[in-house]
């Protein structure tokens, strides 16, 4: 199946750009917009114009090959020591996704270790990039070939905020297995929660599912339990921001409130990510650092509203992202292939070279 969509980022060479999608603008406008610095990378990442834990990871690798194509001299320390603070300023602008902070390793292994001409850095630098980004188109349709088998012909799948094409470079993770199983010709229908406060899922999955002729109905988020005890959702798949090596998993806040009402009625629940989300480095959940994002996005109505619909003063509770527990989740699809609990041995087993 094709998606519909432009390309979520590009490097782009002639002026020197990384192209986005600008997903705060959506569904009203899909509007392409080139960021020429390193500070308009880190604002795009930040605000949530770029968004979803694979396309921060390819936004942030294009930023750095960016930087050296702007950093226009010709010494070598001066060019690293640019991509030192370049590597520092994205690294700051969202904690939780690490696929951010794998994509700028991936990078700084090149330009710290380099000591050929500057020209040449340049061009591994965006060469990498490309490769980063292309690689998670990649792992997106394997993710959606391991994935489809574990969606039954005619299923009402439930998915929480946007882990779609627009969230990686393309096809998705959760809506890459939804795509894969359309493409062995089942016949599906998305239950799109709203996810708020931002509303991803009401914005964005609604907007894509749309545009790829996916059936698909939006809730808010507190109608999930009435569907599941009328017996109207077949299974729940969502995506990661960061996977622990047990398994453990952060993604968007009540994501952690779907899984603990699927296991109560007897759901599967799955979670579906490439590689690049999982921190074989922490060993649960409780080691994920969790964003806390600014009060505005809930008194506002997701910044939707010109006036609060709180009282002045009142305090907000507004963490971008929660952990569900292992024990919650029925496997992870992963690209190479489909983990069952216990997750400790078999992420491992997926994945002996990380
Ligand atoms: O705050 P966001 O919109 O970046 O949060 C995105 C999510 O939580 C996604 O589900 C996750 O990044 C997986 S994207 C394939």
């Given amino acids: 199946m094709s998606f519909s969509l432009p390309s979520t980022v590009e490097l782009v060479q002639n002026p020197p750009a990384v192209r986005i999608i600008d997903q705060t603008l959506l569904p009203g406008e899909l509007r392409l917009i080139d960021l020429v610095s390193v500070d308009q990378v880190a604002e795009a990442i930040k605000v949530l114009r770029v968004r979803g834990a694979p396309a921060i990871g390819c936004a942030a690798a294009a930023g750095i090959a960016l930087a050296a194509k702007i950093e226009g001299g010709d010494e070598l320390a001066d060019l690293k020591a640019f991509l030192g603070k370049t590597d520092a300023t994205l690294a700051a602008t969202r904690p939780t996704a690490v696929n951010l902070f794998w994509a700028l390793a991936r990078m700084r292994k090149i330009w710290e270790a380099w000591c050929g001409p500057v020209a040449d850095l340049r061009s591994a630098l965006a060469a990498e990039a490309v490769a980063i980004i292309a690689d998670d188109l990649e792992r997106c349709r394997a993710i959606g070939r391991y994935g489809a088998d574990l969606i039954p012909d005619g299923a009402d799948v439930l998915t929480h905020c946007n882990a779609g094409a627009l969230a990686t470079a393309g096809y998705g993770t959760a809506l890459g297995v939804i795509r894969g199983a359309v493409e062995q010709g089942k016949r599906l229908h998305v239950w799109a929660d709203e996810t708020r406060p931002l509303l991803q899922g009401a914005r964005l999955t609604a907007f894509e599912l749309a545009a790829d002729d996916i059936p698909c109905t939006v809730l808010c988020d507190n109608m999930s339990a009435s569907l599941m005890g009328a017996g109207r959702v077949t299974c729940a798949v969502v995506g990661a921001d960061r996977i622990a090596a047990n398994g453990d998993t952060a993604n968007k806040i009540g994501t952690y409130g779907v899984a603990v009402l699927c296991k109560h009625h007897g759901i599967p629940f799955y979670v579906a990510a490439p590689f690049s989300t ?45 952990v569900t527990l292992a024990d919650l989740i029925t496997a992870i699809v992963t690209e190479r292939g489909v983990a069952r609990p216990p997750f400790t041995e078999s992420l491992r087993r997926l994945a002996p070279d990380q």
């Fill in 278 to 322: 999982v921190d074989f480095a922490l060993a649960s959940g409780g080691e994920i650092p969790i964003e806390q994002r600014k009060p505005d996005e809930v008194s506002m109505l997701g910044c939707f509203l010109p006036h609060p619909i709180t009282p002045d003063g009142v305090e907000i509770f507004n963490p971008a992202f929660d």
